[in-house]
């Protein structure tokens, strides 16, 4: 598994960058260049997307792959970002049996990788419980 490209930029490190289609104000994430809806009519501008979402879906892991830190069983979801959007996202912060679909939850900045030999650290954005 690598790590999406759109982590290792910087922007949207920090920030939850998608892309906004002017045109028909569907936005987009991780960020796209084209709005698949009006392809070259569309003009598509960054957005700063809200932090906040809601779990439409959730799975737990219980065999994680070597390489990612840490074995323990976590949990994988799909959050529906407030503005729109859904992403893939590792939830933290929580009893593996405490969450349920429509969750509110909040993105926070993690370390979600370490390369054992390099000692390179990767950062990227998880998210916890709202309470
Ligand atoms: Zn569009």
Request: net charge positive; charged share 30%.
């Amino acid at each position: 598994m690598s790590i999406p490209r759109f982590w290792r930029h910087n922007k949207s490190r920090y920030n939850l960058i998608g892309t906004r289609c002017v045109k028909c104000d569907e936005t987009y994430f991780p960020p796209r260049k084209l709005c698949p809806k009006c392809r070259r009519k569309g003009e598509l501008e960054d957005v700063n997307l809200k932090r906040t979402g809601e779990i439409v879906t959730f799975t737990v892991i219980r065999n994680p792959s070597e390489g990612w830190g840490n074995t323990d069983p976590y949990i994988m979801a799909i959050v529906k970002l407030d503005d729109g959007p859904s992403l893939t996202t590792q939830i933290v912060d929580c009893e593996l049996e405490g969450i349920e679909i429509g969750q509110r939850v909040t993105k926070v900045f993690r370390k979600i990788h370490e390369d054992g030999d390099s000692g390179l650290i990767h950062y990227g954005f998880k998210f916890k419980p709202l309470d």
